[in-house]
């Protein structure tokens, strides 16, 4: 059975002060690595795919990478807006398959 | 650029009542999937349409049934409702195959939120 699993669960930082989230994940042939941040009460945005060992993709203060057993969301000097739940979740190899989500890790980012 | 819609946002209803939320998808997507996600919880996968064919199936009650349409949107239309059905209802959809290198990645939308009283 396909599984991500989180860690943390809760993330306090500092204004400044850089981390990463982790996601491991067990899959039967993995077809995509998915972050995704998503505010209360709102959608899912998406942040970034991964697909391959070694793969790395950045945008702004975030830096995504992937092994094979899991993921990195590393974020940089953060700021008070990247307070947010960051969702990680998994694509299985057949075309058009749902996600598998990880619980997400909450991020609090204190001014 | 443009992103899924969802209607209604919100929704109120009584036990055993029926409710129907629609979902039009970024234009160009033909694969459409709708997650459930329970207060503090992570998207549980229901339901997934591919060029108006049922794909996969999650853990949907069969209370709910859904389709996807000729213009692509699609509707979960859901029965006999229960207290334990309120909850954050989002769609999703993905490119066609051959069009981005990234077919896999779904897009979410808004949302819609039910409440059942």
């Known amino acids: 059975e396909d599984q991500v699993t989180q860690s943390p669960e809760a993330l306090r930082l500092q204004e400044g002060e850089s981390s990463s989230l982790n996601c491991s994940y067990t899959v039967s042939g993995l077809r995509g690595l998915f972050w995704y941040r998503q505010d209360p009460g709102k959608g899912p945005e998406f942040l970034f795919t991964l697909y391959s060992a070694g793969e790395e993709k950045e945008k702004e203060r975030l830096k995504a990478t992937l092994t094979k057993k899991e993921s990195f969301l590393h974020i940089t000097a953060p700021k008070p807006e990247d307070s947010a739940t960051y969702l990680c979740?998994?694509?299985?190899?057949?075309?058009?398959?749902?996600?598998?989500f990880g619980k997400g890790t909450r991020l609090s980012v204190i001014a | 650029a443009a992103g899924v819609i969802q209607s209604p946002r919100h929704l109120i209803k009584e036990k055993r009542e029926t409710a129907t939320l629609k979902c039009y998808p970024i234009?160009?997507?033909?694969?459409v999937y709708w997650y459930q996600q329970g207060p503090g919880q992570d998207p549980q996968f229901l339901i997934s349409f591919y060029e108006k064919m049922q794909s996969d199936k999650g853990s949907i009650p069969d209370r709910f049934s859904a389709q996807q349409f000729s213009d692509y949107h699609s509707e979960l239309n859901m029965s006999s409702l229960e207290l334990g059905d309120s909850a954050l209802y989002f769609c999703a959809s993905s490119p066609q195959t051959g069009t981005s290198g990234e077919e896999e990645t779904q897009y979410f939308g808004p949302g819609t939120r039910l409440l059942v009283l």
């Open positions: 979740a998994v694509g299985r190899p057949s075309g058009n398959t749902p996600l598998v």
């Open positions: 234009p160009r997507h033909d694969t």
